[in-house]
């Protein structure tokens, strides 16, 4: 039953954010609006892989996705065509998710800082003057040769669906298992048998690799970056903001929390921009404090009291 309802839950949402990425356009003409909505989605998913499921935050998450607009722009500077390009993306993210695997020897605050920690070294990395004959430096990264916009939505839609599924299919799995009981305790986890270094590290990876298809798309998608943009740590509190917000570990919750919460970055971005970052700092500690269930928590608590 619990399986075909994760299965029944991700249907819906699917169809729902793919009708709100191909009709929204028609009453909303800001079409970066709705594919950059989408994006930040499938990096909340992503997150919500590696900190609803096991627990652990990565500060420095967004570090995946910094390295998934470069990886294909370096791909393409060393000679690579844009397929191989995409490919040589994926692959050194992976290379460097597993480098990172190490970090999980921390616990708790401490894990948080030492990815935020790794972050910070690859950002200085890539726009380091020894990297510009890679990266480009502080001019910028440019995939211009490739730009097409129209397949870059589409490409967006599939991977959404896909990693909503996938969240689907692992909390319906005895993987998905495994990893709340991580989650719950780690010595409890493996007093029951369970590998939690494998388990915690195929999440992980998993993790990092939703955020690196992200980033080349986003990359993809918007020609033209600089380092400061995609290795925005700004935008990586954002997402753990919709994620906590949402409920972490739900299906729904990181859906939720992201169409809520963009929109208003959205209005803020526009209206009262130099209040955002203030507006979004509150409200995550606001969110800590007296909402660390996320609206999903909330709302099944008290449909749990009502029946």
Not at 31 to 53: E, H, M, R, S, T
Not at 104 to 118: C, D, G, N, V
Not at 139 to 152: E, F, K
């Amino acid at each position: 039953m619990k399986f075909n309802q994760n299965y029944l839950i991700s249907l819906g949402l699917s169809a729902f954010l793919l009708a709100l990425m191909f009709l929204g356009p028609m009453v909303y003409i800001n079409k970066a609006f709705f594919f950059d909505l989408i994006i930040f989605v499938i990096l909340a998913i992503g997150l919500n892989i590696i900190y609803g499921l096991t627990g652990y935050l990565p500060f420095g998450y967004i570090v995946f996705f910094g390295f998934g607009a470069y990886g294909v722009y370096i791909g393409m500077r060393i000679g690579l065509g844009p397929a191989e390009a995409f490919l040589f993306d994926y692959l050194i993210t992976f290379i460097l998710a597993v480098v990172l695997l190490p970090l999980f020897r921390l616990r708790s605050h401490y894990f948080a800082i030492a990815t935020l920690a790794a972050f910070e070294g690859m950002f200085y990395l890539v726009g380091s003057p020894t990297m510009s004959k890679y990266t480009s430096g502080a001019l910028g990264a440019s995939l211009v040769p490739i730009y097409n916009p129209s397949l870059t939505y589409i490409l967006a839609a599939v991977f959404l669906v896909f990693t909503m599924f996938l969240l689907a299919w692992i909390k319906s799995s005895p993987y998905g298992l495994s990893l709340r009981a991580i989650k719950d305790s780690v010595i409890s986890a493996e007093l029951d048998g369970i590998n939690v270094p494998t388990a915690r590290g195929i999440a992980w990876i998993i993790s990092a690799m939703i955020a690196s298809v992200a980033g080349s798309l986003y990359g993809w998608y918007s020609s033209f970056f600089y380092p400061e943009t995609v290795f925005n740590l700004t935008l990586g509190i954002y997402i753990i903001a919709f994620v906590l917000f949402g409920g972490a570990g739900t299906l729904i919750g990181p859906v939720i929390g992201t169409l809520i919460l963009y929109s208003i970055y959205q209005y803020f971005s526009i209206s009262y921009s130099f209040y955002l970052e203030l507006f979004f700092g509150i409200l995550l500690i606001l969110i800590v404090l007296f909402m660390p269930e996320g609206i999903i928590g909330i709302l099944s608590r008290r449909l749990k009291k009502s029946l």
